[in-house]
């Protein structure tokens, strides 16, 4: 009796116990269930399938439950593709919206060409860069050039050339899912439409004399482009040149006026700026 007391009883209780709770847990389990609806695992499956985080939700299954419950459109993930933003936007009765394919371009071309505020010798990346003094370089919307971009990007679509001192996209790559735009503490990383032939690659607003005592490349704010293009595509908008796409033909005169060379052709195959070396 005392064998059985000591050994027996306890593994006995101890099994029984374990059979009720899991009982409960099945029978609970079944009446407590929440259905999902089988439309959020066919958006999921529409989706890219990076998990880049672009579209401001942690993943791409986040993203498919606020698409399903309207909190989010089909058009804040770039990377999926247009017939699958199609899908989507079948799968939840919406109207088909259609949107020009974008790729990623940084807006600056100043790298080694800009002057240094001080030598940085801390850890290489912007974002730590950007605490002291917001940035080593004397152009406040200068490219540091250390890289938190192309950390950031999950496609390897972007790096630092260190010869020239800036980022430069690989557009091919890019699927314009927004990391590096996202990442970039100065902000100078935008998106301009697959299809576009030239791209404004600078972003400093200050006035030509200014712009000219920290930067050899930065835009002046001339109005040369402004004046030469004979759609009315481009203007000056705080002292930088502004492209509308939506009124450029391609015809690059900007391109060939300008006298810093900051405005540059977009080559889906060979990024504009890496001629720039062989200036």
């Known amino acids: 009796m005392e064998f059985f007391m000591t050994y027996i009883l306890p593994v006995l209780v101890v099994g029984v116990l374990a059979a009720i709770f899991a009982f409960c847990l099945s029978f609970l389990g079944e009446k407590l269930a929440i259905d999902r609806d089988a439309r959020i695992d066919e958006i999921e499956r529409n989706l890219a399938g990076a998990n880049c985080g672009g579209c401001g939700y942690p993943g791409c299954a986040a993203f498919a439950e606020a698409l399903f419950k309207g909190e989010a459109k089909p058009d804040r993930c770039n990377p999926t593709s247009a017939v699958n933003k199609a899908n989507i936007a079948r799968i939840l009765g919406m109207s088909e919206e259609k949107s ?21 010798q801390g850890y290489g990346d912007c974002e730590s860069a950007q605490l002291i003094a917001d940035g080593n ?38 699927t314009s899912c927004g990391a590096c735009v996202a990442v970039c503490p100065k902000k100078i990383i935008g998106r301009i439409p697959k299809d576009a032939k030239v791209y404004v690659a600078c972003s400093n607003t200050h006035r030509g004399k200014e712009v000219s005592s920290v930067c050899e490349r930065g835009c002046i704010g001339c109005g040369l482009c402004a004046k030469n293009c004979p759609t009315g595509a481009i203007e000056l908008s705080n002292n930088l040149a502004a492209i509308d796409y939506d009124k ?18 977009f080559d889906m195959h060979d ?3 890496k001629r720039l070396k062989n200036k």
Request: positive net charge; contains cysteine; glycine residues 8%.
């Open 137 to 174: 370089k004397a152009c406040e919307l200068g490219c540091m050039g250390l890289g938190s971009c192309s950390e950031s990007c999950k496609f390897d679509a972007i790096s630092v050339d260190k010869d020239l001192g800036f980022a430069i996209v690989d557009s091919p790559k890019c």
């Open 100 to 120: 020009r394919e974008t790729v990623a371009v940084v807006h600056c071309i100043g790298g080694n060409k800009c002057r240094n505020k001080y030598d940085y």
């Open 271 to 273: 990024n504009a700026a």
């Open 248 to 265: 450029c033909i391609g015809c690059e005169k900007c391109k060939e006026v300008c006298p810093r060379k900051c405005i540059l052709p």
